[in-house]
């Protein structure tokens, strides 16, 4: 159902969860040279951490996703910054050898399902990063599943809501893409618990709302590590 809603021009906070791999012909130089490259690398991503502009998280998926080695969780009011900064990332030393594997850029809002977050006037805001684990992935609604009348579409989120419950140990951030990346929404879920949110999803496989996912991969399991620690498992840095 199309409604007559006003545009929300409101500011509100972007998201972008970008993956890197690093070449193995790096880990084939000098080791003086690798140490460099990463000392370099080391102090930009420091240095945006720093920033008033941007929040960064770092994630090292290291044997835990093929493709990919590391994981930058960047979240600012201007999608601009997340171009600077990765324009920064590519003049680095490292940068000559870094592919991003993958890039989701989302947008934060309420949801129209339940009403749980806080904030006003400068729209929702996320504090990120509040488990040693993040789990991501891109998510797609079939497209019949909004044509569904919005009070159809509420009792299978309640029913969605209410298997998700018991489950205390896991934080659910959802973020809004449409118009700006291929997926619908990306969702990152923050946790301690890796055995509980695995059965999590497995519960809410079960929903009557999951009929209506096109897509949800490629999953992504994050473990929450400063960029120093995940640059010593990707290079000799003794």
Same mark, same amino acid.
Request: net charge positive; aromatic share 16%; glycine share 4%.
């Given at each position: 159902m199309v409604t007559?809603? @006003?545009?929300? #021009?409101?500011?509100?906070? %972007?998201?972008?969860? @970008?993956?890197? #791999?690093?070449?193995?012909? %790096?880990?084939?130089?000098?080791?003086?040279?690798?140490?460099q490259a990463a000392a370099g690398f080391i102090e930009l991503v420091r240095k945006w951490e720093s920033s008033d502009d941007l929040i960064l998280r770092t994630y090292s998926l290291v044997g835990l996703r093929a493709e990919v080695d590391f994981m930058l969780w960047r979240i600012a009011f201007d999608p601009l910054c997340f171009q600077s900064m990765e324009a920064a990332i590519r003049r680095s030393r490292l940068g000559a050898y870094l592919s991003q594997v993958y890039s989701f850029l989302s947008l934060q809002r309420r949801s129209p399902y339940v009403n749980r977050m806080k904030g006003a006037g400068e729209g929702v805001e996320l504090l990120p990063g509040q488990g040693q684990y993040l789990f991501v992935y891109p998510f797609t609604k079939t497209r019949s599943w909004y044509r569904l009348s919005p009070h159809a579409r509420q009792g299978m989120m309640d029913e969605h809501i209410a298997a998700s419950a018991p489950f205390k140990g896991v934080h659910l951030n959802t973020s809004y893409s449409y118009g700006v990346d291929d997926q619908d929404f990306v969702v990152a879920f923050d946790s301690d618990y890796p055995q509980e949110f695995v059965d999590l999803v497995g519960r809410l496989r079960y929903t009557e709302a999951s009929l209506y996912t096109q897509r949800d991969t490629p999953m992504f399991a994050c473990a929450k590590a400063p960029i120093d620690a995940i640059m010593g498992q990707l290079a000799d840095l003794d």
């Open positions: 007559g809603e @006003s545009p929300d #021009r409101q500011r509100r906070q %972007f998201l972008n969860y @970008s993956f890197y #791999r690093l070449d193995p012909v %790096f880990r084939r130089l000098p080791l003086d040279e690798q140490r």
